[in-house]
C-alpha cells in the first residue's frame, strides 16, 4: 500500500517536460565516467564572464529514487564550486531548492520570483551571481503572457512561464551587462511565439543603454524551430559561434534521451568557449534531468560598437534615424502585450 501511495504522490504533479518528445540527434549525451574533475575553480579574468544555465529539475523534498533532489543535491555545490561562474541561471528551482543552493554557495548572492504567487510558490527561475565578480545593479521578473507584468499564463500555455533579469556591473573593469534567464512553455506553441517577441520587446524596455546582452533558459525546441526566427535578428548563439564548444545534447531524460533544448545566446560581447557539463560530482550520475551548459565570454566593453552586427543591427544608426511620431507607435500600450498576434509578426 504504502509503494502505491508513493507512485500516486510521485505522478500527481505533471513535470513540464514529462510529455517532451524529443528530436533524437547525433550528440553525445551519456556522462563521462565517474569523472570529478579539477578541484580548484576555473579562473575567471577580470574582463570575462562566465553564464551558466542550468535546468535543476522540479524536486521533492523527501524522494526515495536516485534521480530525486535529495540524491542529486551533493553534487550541485562541487560542480558550481569548480566552474566559478560569475551568474547561474536556475529552471524549474522550488524555493527549498534554491534555499539549498544558497545556502550551498556562501559567495553568491540570488534573486527570483515564485511563476504561481509573484512571491515563493512555484518553479522559480531563478538567478545567482557571484559576489567577488559582479554587483546587481537592477533586477526584476516579468511573465511571458499578454499581461507580463503581473501573475498570469500566457496564450495558449500549458504553464505560467517567466523570466528573471538583471543588470550587472563587473567590480574589477567597472564593464555592465544585462542577463536574462528564462523557461519557455513546451505545450503552445503560440506561446512560444509570443514570449521570443515579448523577451525581445522586454529587452529592449529594461535595457535602454545597450549594454552586451545574455540570454540563458531551456527553451524546450532545438535552434531549427521557427520559434527563435525573432532571436535571429539580434542575437548569436554561443554553441555556434565559440571557437571552443561541443555537440553533446542537453536533456536526456536521466538517461534516455539526447536532444539540445537548453541554450545560451548573446549579443555584444565575445565568445571564448561554450561546454556541455557532462562531469559526475559525488557520485552522482546525473545531476538533474538536463546537463548544465556554461559559456565563457570576454567583455570589452559597456557597449561594444565593433561587436559583429547581426541581422537587423544597425550599428551606428540612433533614434535620431528614426524619428517617432502618432502614427508608428507599437502595437501596444501601458506594457499590455494583447494585440501581439502571428500576423504581427510574420514568420518567415
Given at each position: 500500500?504504502?509503494?502505491?501511495?508513493?507512485?500516486?504522490?510521485?505522478?500527481?504533479?505533471?513535470?513540464?517536460?514529462?510529455?517532451?518528445?524529443?528530436?533524437?540527434?547525433?550528440?553525445?549525451?551519456?556522462?563521462?565516467?565517474?569523472?570529478?574533475?579539477?578541484?580548484?575553480?576555473?579562473?575567471?579574468?577580470?574582463?570575462?564572464?562566465?553564464?551558466?544555465?542550468?535546468?535543476?529539475?522540479?524536486?521533492?523534498?523527501?524522494?526515495?529514487?536516485?534521480?530525486?533532489?535529495?540524491?542529486?543535491?551533493?553534487?550541485?555545490?562541487?560542480?558550481?564550486?569548480?566552474?566559478?561562474?560569475?551568474?547561474?541561471?536556475?529552471?524549474?528551482?522550488?524555493?527549498?531548492?534554491?534555499?539549498?543552493?544558497?545556502?550551498?554557495?556562501?559567495?553568491?548572492?540570488?534573486?527570483?520570483?515564485?511563476?504561481?504567487?509573484?512571491?515563493?510558490?512555484?518553479?522559480?527561475?531563478?538567478?545567482?551571481?557571484?559576489?567577488?565578480?559582479?554587483?546587481?545593479?537592477?533586477?526584476?521578473?516579468?511573465?511571458?503572457?499578454?499581461?507580463?507584468?503581473?501573475?498570469?499564463?500566457?496564450?495558449?500555455?500549458?504553464?505560467?512561464?517567466?523570466?528573471?533579469?538583471?543588470?550587472?556591473?563587473?567590480?574589477?573593469?567597472?564593464?555592465?551587462?544585462?542577463?536574462?534567464?528564462?523557461?519557455?512553455?513546451?505545450?503552445?506553441?503560440?506561446?512560444?511565439?509570443?514570449?521570443?517577441?515579448?523577451?525581445?520587446?522586454?529587452?529592449?524596455?529594461?535595457?535602454?543603454?545597450?549594454?552586451?546582452?545574455?540570454?540563458?533558459?531551456?527553451?524546450?525546441?532545438?535552434?531549427?524551430?521557427?520559434?527563435?526566427?525573432?532571436?535571429?535578428?539580434?542575437?548569436?548563439?554561443?554553441?555556434?559561434?565559440?571557437?571552443?564548444?561541443?555537440?553533446?545534447?542537453?536533456?536526456?531524460?536521466?538517461?534516455?534521451?539526447?536532444?539540445?533544448?537548453?541554450?545560451?545566446?548573446?549579443?555584444?560581447?565575445?565568445?571564448?568557449?561554450?561546454?556541455?557539463?557532462?562531469?559526475?560530482?559525488?557520485?552522482?550520475?546525473?545531476?538533474?534531468?538536463?546537463?548544465?551548459?556554461?559559456?565563457?565570454?570576454?567583455?570589452?566593453?559597456?557597449?561594444?560598437?565593433?561587436?559583429?552586427?547581426?541581422?537587423?543591427?544597425?550599428?551606428?544608426?540612433?533614434?535620431?534615424?528614426?524619428p517617432c511620431d502618432d502614427y508608428n507607435e507599437p502595437p501596444y500600450s501601458d506594457?499590455?502585450?494583447?494585440?501581439?498576434?502571428?500576423?504581427?509578426?510574420?514568420?518567415?
Amino acid at each position: 500500500m504504502l509503494s502505491c501511495l508513493l507512485a500516486v504522490a510521485s505522478c500527481a504533479q505533471k513535470l513540464d517536460n514529462s510529455d517532451f518528445i524529443p528530436g533524437m540527434d547525433e550528440g553525445d549525451f551519456d556522462p563521462d565516467q565517474n569523472v570529478s574533475g579539477p578541484a580548484l575553480p576555473d579562473e575567471i579574468l577580470a574582463n570575462q564572464v562566465k553564464v551558466i544555465s542550468f535546468n535543476v529539475r522540479v524536486g521533492t523534498e523527501n524522494g526515495t529514487d536516485p534521480n530525486d533532489w535529495p540524491a542529486r543535491r551533493k553534487s550541485v555545490k562541487p560542480l558550481l564550486t569548480k566552474e566559478n561562474p560569475t551568474v547561474i541561471g536556475l529552471q524549474e528551482a522550488l524555493k527549498h531548492q534554491m534555499d539549498y543552493i544558497a545556502l550551498e554557495m556562501e559567495g553568491y548572492s540570488s534573486y527570483g520570483l515564485g511563476r504561481d504567487d509573484g512571491k515563493s510558490s512555484g518553479e522559480i527561475m531563478a538567478i545567482f551571481w557571484n559576489r567577488s565578480q559582479v554587483s546587481c545593479d537592477n533586477m526584476g521578473t516579468f511573465w511571458l503572457s499578454a499581461t507580463p507584468d503581473e501573475v498570469s499564463k500566457g496564450w495558449d500555455a500549458g504553464y505560467m512561464r517567466t523570466a528573471t533579469w538583471g543588470e550587472f556591473t563587473v567590480l574589477a573593469t567597472n564593464q555592465k551587462f544585462f542577463y536574462l534567464n528564462t523557461h519557455v512553455d513546451n505545450e503552445g506553441n503560440l506561446a512560444r511565439v509570443q514570449s521570443m517577441h515579448l523577451i525581445k520587446e522586454k529587452v529592449k524596455e529594461l535595457n535602454p543603454y545597450g549594454f552586451p546582452v545574455i540570454i540563458t533558459g531551456d527553451f524546450n525546441a532545438e535552434l531549427s524551430h521557427a520559434m527563435f526566427d525573432p532571436f535571429s535578428e539580434w542575437l548569436y548563439d554561443a554553441r555556434s559561434t565559440a571557437p571552443v564548444s561541443d555537440t553533446r545534447a542537453t536533456y536526456h531524460g536521466f538517461g534516455k534521451y539526447s536532444t539540445k533544448i537548453d541554450h545560451i545566446f548573446y549579443t555584444g560581447l565575445e565568445p571564448l568557449e561554450y561546454r556541455t557539463i557532462n562531469k559526475t560530482y559525488e557520485g552522482v550520475t546525473y545531476i538533474s534531468d538536463h546537463y548544465p551548459i556554461a559559456a565563457l565570454f570576454e567583455l570589452t566593453g559597456s557597449v561594444d560598437p565593433d561587436a559583429p552586427q547581426a541581422p537587423g543591427n544597425y550599428g551606428d544608426l540612433t533614434e535620431d534615424d528614426f524619428p517617432c511620431d502618432d502614427y508608428n507607435e507599437p502595437p501596444y500600450s501601458d506594457g499590455g502585450y494583447e494585440d501581439m498576434t502571428e500576423e504581427d509578426y510574420p514568420l518567415q
